[in-house]
């Protein structure tokens, strides 16, 4: 949708204002024309660059005027303005990050300076009336308080959308997405997002290039990795390049990755391609400004890493630096903070020891018993039987390569036996012909 600064009076508007001509932007801001529709039309000018960028600076809005009409299409594109306006610090700072010193510059009493602060400090002063908030913003901007009201949790519901247009209703659809995803609602998202898309296409580039992302991820976690879902995975990834939104542009690869690492149980090529996205995304992002999502293209390149045939000596180089990755994911996760991930994390890990060419191959088997019993203990065995199980299963595997048999089928026994009582006959399956091994090798040395 093109820039636009609509005329109508918020506060009078009948019900079909919304289809009325724009006025052109030298009529608007000619001094000689003095009235609150034109003033409002200003203020309120369009396309806004809500859900751009990162929140909460993402749901600020943008006054209008000619000195922020290239400004609000440059943001609402996914790109960060060279420079901004002097009246706009307060916009300028929050886009930095300076949430403190955003909020502390506005102090004016307009609907935009009003609904911003009601943005940056959701429940501190001034408390402001949102009922009134809400008409002051007018027919088309007013449903943004719900939005924010339902991003921070204040409203069980999305709003309802009541004629919103462009970004505003995109960002209205996003919502309904949002909420019917978390019911497990996920044709009923799929179809919001879609909306959501149309709506945003023309006006604004950014929020619908990030629409399409997750439209496509989407896809991606119901259909699997078909032809289709990454022909729009690559559209998106080819919309989200041409902007700033860095973590947006990571968050892509790790899912064109992943989607190409599935497809590696059937195309073994795949899995070299997987490796690119991941590796892209690492160049974008850092182990500062965006830990978790780091850590999760760390874990999954260290997989891809793993899984590839070791055909020459500098393949074990690989090797090495999936051993890395995941230590690094691991100063991210930990059992507080991220049990699932840090028990997966260190079973990586550990397998990788044990399986990885070294010149101390006994340190490394030491440190894997070592890492699967973290994960024994924190897989309880009444909650997670089968995590427990492979746990120790692993650990089992590690003790006997390090020679200690006793230890390792007491251990193997253990991990059978859970199986069995799970109704998991191949990994039992699995596990007695471990033991099958041990049993044969009983007496042979360890290694030095």
Same mark, same amino acid.
């Given at each position: 949708?093109p820039d636009?600064? &609509?005329?109508?009076d918020?506060?009078t508007?009948a019900?079909?204002?919304a289809?009325t001509?724009a006025i052109?932007?030298?009529?608007?801001?000619?001094?000689?024309?003095?009235?609150p529709?034109?003033d409002t039309?200003v203020r309120?000018?369009?396309? #806004?660059p809500v @859900?751009?960028f990162p929140?909460?600076?993402?749901?600020?809005?943008?006054?209008?005027?000619?000195d &922020?009409a290239?400004?609000?299409?440059t943001l609402a594109? *996914?790109r960060?303005?060279?420079?901004?306006?002097?009246r706009l610090l307060a916009l300028?700072?929050a886009?930095?990050?300076?949430?403190?010193?955003a909020?502390d510059?506005?102090?004016g009493d307009?609907?935009i300076?009003r609904?911003?602060?009601?943005v940056l400090?959701?429940?501190g002063p001034?408390?402001?009336d %949102?009922a009134?908030l809400?008409q002051a913003? *007018?027919?088309?901007?007013g449903?943004?308080?719900?939005?924010?009201?339902?991003?921070? *949790?204040?409203?069980?519901?999305?709003?309802?959308l009541a @004629?919103e247009t462009g970004e505003?209703?995109?960002l209205v659809h996003s919502t309904?997405?949002?909420h019917?995803?978390a019911?497990?609602?996920?044709g009923?998202?799929?179809g919001?997002l879609?909306?959501?898309?149309?709506?945003a296409?023309?006006?604004s580039? @950014?929020?619908?290039?990030q629409?399409?992302?997750? /439209?496509?991820?989407?896809?991606?976690?119901?259909e *699997?990795?078909?032809?289709d879902?990454?022909?729009?995975?690559?559209?998106a990834l /080819?919309?989200l390049?041409?902007?700033d939104?860095?973590?947006?542009?990571a968050?892509?690869?790790?899912?064109?990755g992943?989607? $190409?690492q599935?497809?590696?149980r059937?195309?073994?090529a795949a899995l070299?391609?997987?490796v690119?996205?991941y590796?892209? +995304?690492?160049?974008l992002?850092?182990?500062?400004?965006?830990?978790e999502?780091?850590?999760a293209?760390?874990?999954n390149? +260290?997989?891809?890493y793993?899984?590839?045939?070791?055909s020459?000596a500098?393949?074990?180089?690989?090797i090495?630096?999936?051993?890395?990755g995941?230590r690094t994911?691991?100063?991210?996760?930990?059992?507080?903070? $991220?049990p699932? #991930?840090w028990?997966s994390?260190?079973?990586?890990?550990?397998?990788?020891?044990?399986y990885?060419?070294?010149a101390? #191959?006994?340190?490394?088997?030491?440190e894997?018993?070592a890492?699967?019993q973290?994960?024994?203990?924190a897989r309880?065995r009444?909650t997670?039987p089968l995590?427990?199980?492979?746990a120790?299963a692993?650990?089992?595997n590690a003790l006997?390569?390090?020679g200690?048999?006793?230890?390792a089928?007491?251990?193997?026994?253990?991990?059978r036996?859970?199986f069995?009582?799970?109704g998991?006959e191949? +990994?039992? %399956?699995a596990v007695? @012909?471990?033991?099958d091994e041990?049993?044969?090798?009983?007496?042979?040395p360890?290694?030095?």
């Amino acid at each position: 949708m093109p820039d636009r600064d &609509t005329a109508t009076d918020p506060a009078t508007a009948a019900p079909a204002a919304a289809d009325t001509p724009a006025i052109d932007s030298p009529a608007i801001d000619s001094p000689a024309i003095d009235s609150p529709a034109i003033d409002t039309a200003v203020r309120y000018a369009r396309p #806004q660059p809500v @859900g751009v960028f990162p929140l909460p600076a993402g749901f600020l809005l943008v006054p209008g005027g000619d000195d &922020t009409a290239e400004l609000r299409r440059t943001l609402a594109a *996914g790109r960060r303005p060279d420079t901004w306006p002097a009246r706009l610090l307060a916009l300028e700072l929050a886009y930095r990050g300076d949430i403190v010193g955003a909020a502390d510059q506005l102090d004016g009493d307009d609907p935009i300076d009003r609904y911003n602060r009601f943005v940056l400090r959701p429940g501190g002063p001034p408390v402001e009336d %949102l009922a009134q908030l809400r008409q002051a913003l *007018g027919a088309e901007l007013g449903i943004l308080v719900d939005v924010v009201r339902f991003a921070l *949790g204040d409203l069980v519901e999305p709003p309802p959308l009541a @004629g919103e247009t462009g970004e505003i209703a995109a960002l209205v659809h996003s919502t309904h997405a949002a909420h019917a995803m978390a019911a497990g609602r996920t044709g009923e998202a799929a179809g919001a997002l879609g909306r959501a898309v149309a709506a945003a296409w023309e006006a604004s580039p @950014g929020l619908a290039a990030q629409l399409l992302s997750t /439209a496509a991820d989407l896809r991606r976690s119901v259909e *699997g990795p078909t032809d289709d879902v990454l022909a729009d995975l690559s559209t998106a990834l /080819a919309a989200l390049d041409a902007t700033d939104l860095v973590v947006a542009r990571a968050e892509l690869r790790l899912a064109l990755g992943a989607a $190409h690492q599935e497809r590696a149980r059937d195309d073994a090529a795949a899995l070299r391609t997987a490796v690119e996205h991941y590796l892209a +995304a690492l160049r974008l992002i850092s182990v500062d400004s965006a830990p978790e999502l780091f850590a999760a293209i760390q874990v999954n390149l +260290a997989t891809a890493y793993l899984a590839m045939p070791m055909s020459q000596a500098s393949d074990q180089l690989r090797i090495g630096v999936a051993i890395q990755g995941l230590r690094t994911a691991l100063a991210v996760y930990t059992p507080e903070t $991220h049990p699932e #991930q840090w028990a997966s994390t260190q079973l990586n890990l550990a397998n990788a020891l044990v399986y990885a060419p070294s010149a101390h #191959q006994k340190d490394n088997l030491i440190e894997a018993a070592a890492r699967y019993q973290q994960v024994i203990v924190a897989r309880d065995r009444d909650t997670d039987p089968l995590g427990h199980a492979r746990a120790l299963a692993n650990q089992g595997n590690a003790l006997a390569h390090l020679g200690a048999y006793d230890q390792a089928t007491a251990v193997l026994r253990e991990a059978r036996t859970i199986f069995e009582e799970s109704g998991a006959e191949d +990994a039992a %399956l699995a596990v007695r @012909g471990v033991l099958d091994e041990v049993a044969r090798r009983r007496g042979a040395p360890g290694p030095a």
